[in-house]
C-alpha cells in the first residue's frame, strides 16, 4: 500500500500570505490519480485538485498542483479568509486509495 | 443535481449491529464506484472499501477486512456499511464518497455513529 505523507502538519500564515503544502509518496504515484482535498470543520471534503494539477469545477485559480512520481505540492497563491482548513492528499493506484494525514492551514 | 445522500446519526451500544446508508441520485448509480470513508474525531481521512454497483465488485482497505461489510443495492441506488457487532472504537463520522477516475468527484455529508455503553 502506498504510503502519502504530508508536510507540514501545520502551516500558519497571515491573509495574503502565499501557502505552499507538500504530499510526499513511498513510491512512485501515476499523476492522473492524485487528488487534493479541502475540509472545513463540520464540513464533508471538497474537491480542490485531480490529476495532480487540474483544478475541479467551480475551484478558484488561487489553487494549483504540481508534481510527479513521488513528491506532490499544493500551491494557494493568496490565503483568502475562507482558506484555512484542513487539505488533505489521496493517491489511487493499484486498486487501492489513500490519504495523506492532511495539513493544517491556520490563522497566524 | 449530483447528490449523495446518507441515513441519520446513530447511537449505539458495544455489540450491537449496524447498517447505514448512502443514496445516490442524479447519475448513473451503476457506472461509478461509491466508496466508504473513516472519520474518527479530531482525525484525518481513512478508505474503508470500495464497490462497484453495477456488478457488486467490492475491494476493502486491509485494516478494514473482516470488520465491515459494503454492500449495494443497485435497484434503489443504494449503498451500504455495515458492522455486525461494533465497538467502542468505531465511533466516528463515515462519509460516503463518488469515485471518479480515481479521485473523490461527490461526497455525502456523513453520518456519525457514536458507540457508547
Known amino acids: 500500500e502506498i504510503v502519502l505523507t504530508q508536510s507540514p502538519g501545520t502551516l500558519s500564515l497571515s491573509p495574503g500570505e502565499r501557502a505552499t503544502l507538500s504530499c510526499r509518496a513511498s513510491q512512485s504515484v501515476s499523476s492522473s490519480y492524485l487528488a487534493w482535498y479541502q475540509q472545513k470543520p463540520g464540513q464533508a471534503p471538497r474537491l480542490l485538485i485531480y490529476?495532480?494539477?487540474s483544478r475541479a469545477t467551480g475551484i478558484p485559480d488561487r489553487f494549483s498542483g504540481s508534481g510527479s512520481g513521488t513528491d506532490f505540492t499544493l500551491t494557494i497563491s493568496r490565503l483568502e479568509p475562507e482558506d484555512f482548513a484542513v487539505y488533505y492528499c489521496q493517491q489511487y493506484g493499484s486498486s487501492s486509495w489513500t490519504f495523506g494525514q492532511g495539513t493544517k492551514v491556520e490563522i497566524k | 443535481e449530483v447528490q449523495l445522500v446518507q441515513s441519520g446519526a446513530e447511537v449505539k451500544k458495544p455489540g450491537e449491529s449496524l447498517k447505514i446508508s448512502c443514496k445516490g441520485s442524479g447519475y448513473s448509480f451503476t457506472s461509478y464506484w461509491i466508496g466508504w470513508v473513516r472519520q474518527m474525531p479530531g482525525k484525518g481521512l481513512e478508505w474503508m472499501g470500495i464497490?462497484?454497483?453495477?456488478?457488486?465488485?467490492?475491494r476493502y482497505s486491509p485494516s478494514f477486512q473482516g470488520q465491515v461489510t459494503i454492500s449495494a443495492d443497485k435497484s434503489i441506488s443504494t449503498a451500504y456499511l455495515q458492522w455486525s457487532s461494533l465497538k467502542a472504537s468505531d465511533t466516528a463520522m463515515y462519509y460516503c464518497a463518488r469515485l471518479g477516475y480515481g479521485v473523490v468527484d461527490v461526497w455525502g455529508k456523513g453520518t456519525t455513529v457514536t458507540v457508547s455503553s
Open positions: 490529476g495532480a494539477s
Open positions: 464497490i462497484y454497483p453495477g456488478d457488486s465488485d467490492t
